[in-house]
């Protein structure tokens, strides 16, 4: 069974200090993962994801996150935040689901992010 | 293209009271998926479907119906609403086979008296 555990429901840092947000997953085979990210009263957007290929994956507003087989991580960094970054951040893992065809997405339960000036 | 589109945005039902949550996409997605988000409990699978006339269960369908007569379409069924259902429910689409970025709506805000 495949699922996802995202290390801290709140992180607050200041603006202009890194932001690391933590997430690790089982799987019994490669997975492919995600983080998504969801502003207030809004859904949710891709922020970045890894299927195959460098284990560096650059996102957009400046994110990244890197996949670590050995630590079965894929946290998510941003070097500098700012006010615009405050949300709540999701990871999540593609399962393969019944008759071998079928794909779902499993969520973490998410962190929330706060901003401080 | 309006994306992905979720009406309606409120709805406040009383225990029992049926109704249909509606999604529609207009990016020829086959992949589209219903979700519920509960506080502290990150967003949970209800039903999807790989395309038109196939549909699958997810990890908390009980209490939802879905059908998939369009590629469009994918309605969302309470058949007796209780309040355990009260929740912000989100649709998602994406190409097939779903690896691809799932795109979602801006969802449904949901209220079971």
């Known amino acids: 069974a495949q699922s996802v555990t995202q290390l801290g429901s709140h992180v607050s840092v200041s603006e202009g200090a890194l932001v690391l947000l933590r997430c690790n997953y089982s799987?019994?085979?490669?997975?492919?993962l995600f983080w998504y990210v969801q502003y207030p009263n809004q859904g949710l957007q891709l922020l970045l994801k890894y299927t195959t290929g460098a284990t560096l994956v650059k996102g957009i507003n400046g994110f990244e996150a890197e996949f670590k087989k050995s630590e079965t991580s894929f946290h998510l960094t941003k070097p500098s935040a700012h006010m615009s970054d405050a949300a709540e951040y999701f990871c999540a893992v593609l399962k393969r689901g019944s008759g071998g065809s079928n794909y779902k997405l499993t969520f973490g339960k998410g962190t929330l992010l706060t901003v401080n000036p | 293209n309006a994306g992905v589109t979720q009406t309606p945005k409120f709805q406040v039902l009383k225990t029992g009271q049926s109704m249909t949550l509606q999604c529609a996409q207009d990016?020829?997605?086959?992949?589209m998926s219903w979700y519920r988000q509960d506080p502290g409990m990150g967003l949970r699978l209800i039903h999807y479907?790989?395309?038109?006339?196939?549909?699958d269960q997810g990890e908390v369908p009980n209490g939802y119906n879905v059908s998939r007569s369009t590629t469009e379409d994918f309605p969302l069924r309470l058949l007796s609403a209780a309040p355990s259902q009260t929740s912000v429910y989100f649709c998602?689409?994406?190409?097939?086979?779903?690896?691809?970025?799932?795109?979602f709506g801006p969802g449904t805000r949901l209220t079971v008296l």
């Open positions: 990016m020829n997605h086959e992949y």
């Open positions: 799987s019994s085979v490669p997975p492919y």
């Open positions: 479907s790989v395309g038109a006339g196939i549909t």
């Open positions: 998602a689409s994406s190409r097939f086979p779903s690896t691809d970025t799932q795109y």
